[in-house]
């Protein structure tokens, strides 16, 4: 290959939940690092030191930016680079399947600008065989061929948002390149930031070692969802019974009930593989069942409200309902396909009247309005008829919850689950509830 003299190691594209925080680790590795981003706002406010997303705050922007990171809306800065990684959104088009335009806007970008030697490495999100197939002719409309004039990989991002233990040096990286020269390029550029580089046989298979790792969760958080409401009607405590498999040392991998799933993995990315399997004409049977129980959790969540209410003589369209945390998951800013959206719509349709807390969201809308937002935690429980809790943030303590709530769901087990390997002092693996009008889900 013919390699000119680039003048960056890498160039990100898209710098959001994913991309930040690679160029981030990847500056910090003495890597030359420039940010292409297709909002004007993002880029300036990045280079400006600020930070928009929960993994880095402005001191790790500004860390950054002395390591010599800026971020461009310029696609030319692709011409002067050794490796190009896409991170580039890829939600659900609006009839649910996978919209892969930000993902062609990128590739046309590169092939504008490619030049001879550059390694590109997709790490959005996708089915199999989009590197290949959508991606790879995009790129050869530059007139350059991949695996000869250019290397092609596909390396999927593994970013746990909120993860204190694990981020993007310490959690090994899969790499599949289209030839063994290519896989051989993306693994030398990730081991120069990240400890442990695994190699898959090829694209697809990379690939595909994302769309398992996410419909294994997605499957088993249905399997213990569709228990819990079961076992709820059986009288079995399925909370105690997942802690006791969970002593199992090997073989088992502890999943809990919640109220839907949210984020924009879990929901989103077993749809890209049913669209795939479906163009064999038949269905992943197991991802739609795993849909259709995760979907039908917010409806399993009013019932219990109006079951509980009831059980003290009230009524949900003359209560007051205070939803605790609105993310997705416990300790981060993000709202993205949150289940507590369609909870709140739902207690709205009975005419509840909804308040909401949540430490890292100022402001939550349904359907257009602004609801009430709750600063005084304590006096917000006493004053409401019934307390919901949606997302297990460290600031709702089972103290806190058993002290000042009149009526309590918890839809996420924080009265029950103690930490991994802890024992209650009454010898048992979960804790008990001790009060009346507190439930888990
Ligand atoms: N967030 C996660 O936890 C997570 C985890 C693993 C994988 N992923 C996957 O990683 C990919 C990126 O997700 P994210 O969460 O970082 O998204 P994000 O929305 O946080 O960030 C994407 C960024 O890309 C920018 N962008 C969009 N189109 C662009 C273009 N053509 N050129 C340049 N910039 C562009 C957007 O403005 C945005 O800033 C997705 O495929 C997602 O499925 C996300």
Known sequence: MDVATPTSDLVVIGLGYVGLPLAHQATRAGLTVTGLE???AVAAGLNAGRSHVDDLDSADIAEMVEGGFTATTDASVIADTRSVVICVPTPLSEEGGPDLGAVAAAGRAIAAHLAPGTLVVLESTTYPGTTEEVLRPLLEESGLVAGSDFHLAFSPERIDPGNATFGVANTPKVVGGMTERCGEAAAALYRRFVDTVVQARGTREAEMAKLLENTYRHVNIALVN??????QELGV????????AATKPFGFQAFYPGPGVGGHCIPIDPNYLSYKVKTLGYPFRFVELAQEINARMPSYVLQRALELLNDSGLALSRSRVLLLGVTYKPDIADQRESPARPVARKLAEKGATLTYHDPHVEEWSLNGHTLPRATDLEQAMAEADLTILLTDHSAYTPKLLTEHARLLLDTR???RRLPAGAVHEDGHTTAPI???????L
């Open 413 to 415: 087990g924080v009265l």
């Open 38 to 40: 297709a909002s004007p």
């Open 434 to 440: 001790a009060r009346e009008g507190a439930v888990v």
């Open 226 to 231: 569709e228990m819990a409401i079961f076992c």
């Open 237 to 244: 405590d399925l909370w105690d019974s997942i802690a006791c």
